[in-house]
């Protein structure tokens, strides 16, 4: 649950609460402690520590939530202790009491708006009194970051086709990659380049490529999407899954880890995969973590019936469906905010998090008058109801935004209509045309295509395809090869699908009992491994989700967990899958002598040829000279040396 008496500023917090290192400390999320959770020590790489915030006072204490009745009886009980009428002549008791007994001339509206810190008061822009920044911004305010800046392709123009600007567009900025096209567009639009897809992008062409990703229905599930089945809770609705609570309990499944480890398996082997990103992408921006109080039933009905059917669809039907889903609504405690008591949980998320973002332009006051929008929306037996008599009525403005609000039944509407208000308001289109620009260009995204994208964005009322057209058709697409690292979950993904890792349970396999089939077995692994490496799908504790920077993830420990998981991988470590041994990648007849069988090698799983000098270091690991004859497994070799390509910039960049 989100404790909005928690001060927002890790200034304001007590000195003795030790923080996890995070991007900032803007309103800490304290979930309730979930049956799963990633590492105590992430790999993550803290931020920059922020500049030292001036001294504030204490943050005013905030009443605490109750019903009429119990506060009649506890004012009648507070007043024989205070002499009478000296309680109800305090300001606060004042407040309390014609709360409590429904004066007609109370007004929540009028209510000072604050989040618990006395450096934000009501009407002030929260982005003038912050001390911290955006998530991304946050880790990109390092010195690492700055040297990234540096990359920046020059100049910039939209071409008629993605193929045409592919073809145009030349590469300036230094990068470990080759200036392969299609090479750079599988490896930005998929979860890693194989073998199959990059010959179907050269047979077919780029654009007819990217227009079939685009209409991922008419792309036929794969044969590994089949064993899907064998995560029994995929298909089953809200209520399926609350009539079936205790029988799931009993056998120790969940419904959420069954929707992480889905989303695995599609981002390994689906070929729908520009789709695949794309749900992971709006999985950090609309963010709802996997695990969450209701989680079990709830998290993979969001999943299905809100980030993927809007996936390439459009953002405004997005946000409308989220705040009508008892998953978004339960994580931020939506139904304890009523006219009579309003909370700003959802209210807050949905302008900070969801849409126009904290330099958006939204007032402390703005985010009060759209809790009061948003009274009535709640959960009622893990269904999503709306409760007109919850519902404040009266004249709201948030932002450019206003509405009557005359009737409680009218509330609801005028709920949507604000919604679609924020969808589709230019901070939202920029936000996320920069977000776009971070996720497929580059860490510092050319300011020049952020307003190209945010322009079609606004043009096409928050579609998605159209949006990433513009994106695919520029030259700074194009020109930024080598400028995105990928993160633990993108790296553990990328190198199962360059080994060829099937699915498929081979002959030899045991399993260890009856409970769970091979292949669900081997996605708990996965799952297990990837929340060890702290990125997981949907796996963020808070509702930021997770950066999409490198210097996010650029620590020490990331790395060598990414080689020790292609070590595994290379070795064939979970043995309910079927892997291919390295010397079987280079093919029939593998060059007889070490040079041009590491060079073969390495084409193959990082789809490029290494450079010469790369080439002889990773032979003089493997103990052998350029020229040394070897047989079909590199003199025992093909194991170390496939372990060393996997580890090179070659596989680690996107």
């Known amino acids: ?378 959960v009622k037996d893990d269904r999503y109801v709306y409760r007109a008599d919850k519902h404040y009525v009266g004249a709201v403005k948030v932002m450019g935004f206003s509405h009557p609000n005359t009737t409680a039944a009218g509330g609801e509407q005028a709920g949507e209509e604000y919604f679609r208000y924020l969808a589709n308001h230019p901070s939202t289109a920029r936000r996320i045309a920069t977000r776009l620009a971070t996720r497929f260009v580059s860490d510092t995204p050319p300011p020049a295509l952020v307003e190209r994208l945010a322009r079609s964005y606004t043009v096409n009322r928050g579609a998605v395809k159209p949006v990433l057209l513009e994106l695919l058709s520029s030259s700074e697409f194009w020109a930024a090869v080598g400028q995105k690292v990928r993160r633990p979950l993108e790296y553990v993904v990328a190198t199962y699908r360059t080994l060829g890792v099937s699915p498929e349970t081979p002959a030899s396999y045991r399993a260890g009992g009856p409970d769970r089939t091979p292949f669900a077995e081997g996605m708990r692994q996965l799952q297990g491994r990837l929340q060890e490496l702290g990125h997981y799908p949907a796996g963020a504790p808070g509702p930021t989700g997770y950066p999409d920077v490198f210097v996010a993830w650029s620590s020490a420990s990331t790395m060598v967990a990414f080689w020790n998981e292609a070590a595994d991988a290379v070795a064939g470590s979970r043995p309910m899958f079927t892997y291919q041994r390295p010397e079987q990648l280079v093919g029939a007849n593998p060059p007889k002598t070490a040079l041009p069988y590491v060079a073969a090698l390495a084409q193959r799983l990082v789809h490029q040829p290494l450079p010469p000098e790369a080439l002889r270091t990773i032979t003089g690991v493997a103990g052998l000279a350029p020229g040394a004859a070897v047989d079909a497994t590199l003199n025992g070799a093909a194991v170390a040396v496939a372990r060393v390509i996997l580890a090179s910039p070659q596989h680690l960049l996107r």
């Open 1 to 378: 649950m989100v404790d909005r008496s928690v001060p927002r500023h890790a200034q304001h917090a007590e000195p003795a609460v030790q923080q996890k290192p995070h991007s900032h400390h803007y309103r800490p999320y304290v979930p309730p402690p979930p049956r799963h959770r990633a590492s105590e020590q992430p790999t993550r790489s803290p931020a920059e520590p922020q500049p030292a915030a001036v001294p504030v006072t204490a943050p005013k204490k905030r009443r605490a939530r109750m019903g009429r009745r119990k506060a009649i009886l506890g004012i009648s009980g507070l007043a024989a202790l205070t002499g009478g009428t000296a309680f109800a002549a305090t300001p606060g008791g004042q407040e309390v009491v014609d709360w409590a007994l429904g004066r007609s001339d109370y007004d929540p509206a009028a209510d000072e708006a604050s989040d618990g810190n006395p450096a934000r008061p009501g009407g002030q822009q929260p982005s003038t009194v912050r001390t911290y920044t955006e998530q991304n911004e946050s880790y990109m305010a390092s010195k690492a970051g700055d040297a990234l800046r540096g990359n920046i392709p020059a100049g910039g123009r939209r071409f008629s086709s993605p193929a045409i600007a592919a073809q145009a567009t030349k590469v300036t900025v230094p990068t470990a990659l080759a200036n392969d096209p299609v090479r750079h567009l599988v490896s930005r639009l998929t979860f890693g380049p194989t073998q199959k897809v990059m010959a179907e992008v050269a047979r077919v062409g780029i654009d007819e490529w990217i227009s079939q990703q685009l209409d991922p229905e008419r792309i036929p599930a794969t044969p590994a999407e089949a064993k899907l089945g064998d995560l029994t809770t995929l298909g089953m609705s809200v209520a399926d899954l609350r009539a079936a609570r205790k029988d799931h309990e009993a056998k120790g499944i969940r419904a959420d880890d069954e929707m992480v480890q889905a989303t695995i398996a599609r981002q390994i082997w689906s070929d729908r995969q520009v789709f695949e990103v794309m749900v992971d992408f709006w999985n950090d921006f609309l963010h709802v973590p996997a695990f969450h109080e209701g989680s079990p039933v709830l998290r993979s009905s969001f999943d299905r019936d809100v980030i993927r059917r809007y996936a390439l669809d459009n953002y405004p039907d997005m946000l409308v469906a989220a705040n009508r889903h008892p998953a978004l609504l339960t994580y931020l405690n939506q139904s304890e905010s009523t006219k009579d008591e309003v909370t700003d949980n959802l209210a807050r998320e949905n302008l900070e998090r969801y849409s126009v973002g904290v330099d958006g332009g939204y007032t402390e006051r703005d985010v009060r008058q759209a809790a009061l929008l948003q009274t009535g929306r709640a």
